[in-house]
Structure formats: structure tokens, C-alpha cells
């Protein structure tokens, strides 16, 4: 399994399966949410209230999966990343269980390659060093069968791409 490091907006970067930083409402919203929507289209959307209407909000640490619309790809896996609440409130291990459900998820599915973003570094405001030796561990640690090649992670502002190129 090759881990890559890239500085890129992720609706741009080919993969089988894009993972998004969704909230637990699945509805879409700012950052990584709203890019991935607005570029692979309403059909994300559509695929996203039929889940909520089967089986409710998604909650911090699960991710479900969606087609990706118009994206380069042929799955968007929407993970609800925890809200950072002083680190005394689950979020660390919140933080891993997302990295690990979408890696289970990929697993179960045909999915080659896969692009993760920064999981709660956003609007969510975990602390960036935190989140990265959280995703990095997580990935490190996961027992991939032989079908997931391509490992992705996709920083979008400068300090996390630094934090992520001194870790890596
Ligand atoms: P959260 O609510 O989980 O914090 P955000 O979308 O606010 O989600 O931020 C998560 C990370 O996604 C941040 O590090 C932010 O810089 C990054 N990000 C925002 N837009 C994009 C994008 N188009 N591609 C990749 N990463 C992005």
C-alpha cells in the first residue's frame, strides 16, 4: 500500500473512493462538505437523505458511503468527524474510529485507491499535530487485505501539509 502526501483541493484528485468531512446531518455544509457537493452534484445530496431517512443522522466516528456524483470517483465516504471539545470528551478516539470505518468500508467494496481530508481540522477546530498523528496511526495500524493500493491524504492549507510532510 503506497502512502501519498498531496497539497490539493480533493474534488480535483482522482481516486476510487473520496472521503468527506460530513456533519452528522449528512445535508452538506462549509469546507471540504460544501466542495464535495458542489462538485459532484445533487445526486450526493439525494444519496445522503435517503440514508438519513433509512437510518437516521450518521453520528461522530461512522462514516457511510454515497456515489460521487460528478467527482473523479466512484464513491464519496462520508465520515462525521468529532467537534473539538477541550480533547477530554472522546474526540481523539472519535477522530480514529472515522479513519478506521471508511477504511472498513473501502475494504468491503472493489476501492483501489483512496483520498482522505484533513478529518476535523476545519470548522471542527482539532488541533491539526493531534488530528494528524490520530490519522496517520490509524492508517498505519489497519490491517489492509491486498486490494487497497493507493492511500491519499490531502492537506488543502499550508500548515497541515507541513505537519503532515515532518510526520510522514
Ligand atoms: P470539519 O468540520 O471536519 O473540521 P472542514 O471542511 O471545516 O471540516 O475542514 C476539514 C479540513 O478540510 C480542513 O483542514 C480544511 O483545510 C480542509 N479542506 C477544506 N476544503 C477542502 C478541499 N476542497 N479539499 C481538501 N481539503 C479541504
Request: net charge negative; glycine share 10%; charged share 20%.
Amino acid at each position: 500500500m503506497q502512502i501519498n502526501l498531496l497539497k490539493a483541493d480533493i474534488t480535483t484528485v482522482p481516486a476510487d473512493a473520496i472521503v468527506n468531512a460530513a456533519n452528522s446531518s449528512l445535508m452538506g455544509g462549509g469546507g471540504v462538505d460544501g466542495a464535495i457537493h458542489r462538485s459532484g452534484g445533487p445526486s450526493i445530496l439525494e444519496a445522503c437523505k435517503e440514508i438519513v431517512r433509512r437510518q437516521g443522522p450518521c453520528a461522530p466516528g461512522d462514516a457511510v458511503i454515497t456515489t460521487a456524483g460528478d467527482l473523479p470517483a466512484n464513491y464519496v465516504i462520508h465520515t462525521v468527524g468529532p467537534i473539538w471539545n477541550g480533547g477530554g470528551h472522546g474526540e481523539a478516539e472519535l477522530l480514529e474510529s472515522c479513519y478506521r470505518c471508511c477504511l472498513d468500508i473501502a475494504t468491503e467494496r472493489d476501492i483501489r485507491s483512496i483520498s482522505f481530508p484533513n478529518i476535523s481540522t476545519g470548522v471542527y477546530r482539532f488541533p491539526k499535530r493531534e488530528a494528524a498523528e490520530i490519522a496517520i496511526a490509524a492508517v498505519r495500524s489497519f490491517p489492509f487485505g491486498d486490494r487497497l493500493e493507493t492511500l491519499n491524504f490531502v492537506c488543502f492549507d499550508d500548515e497541515n501539509q507541513a505537519i503532515y510532510e515532518k510526520l510522514i
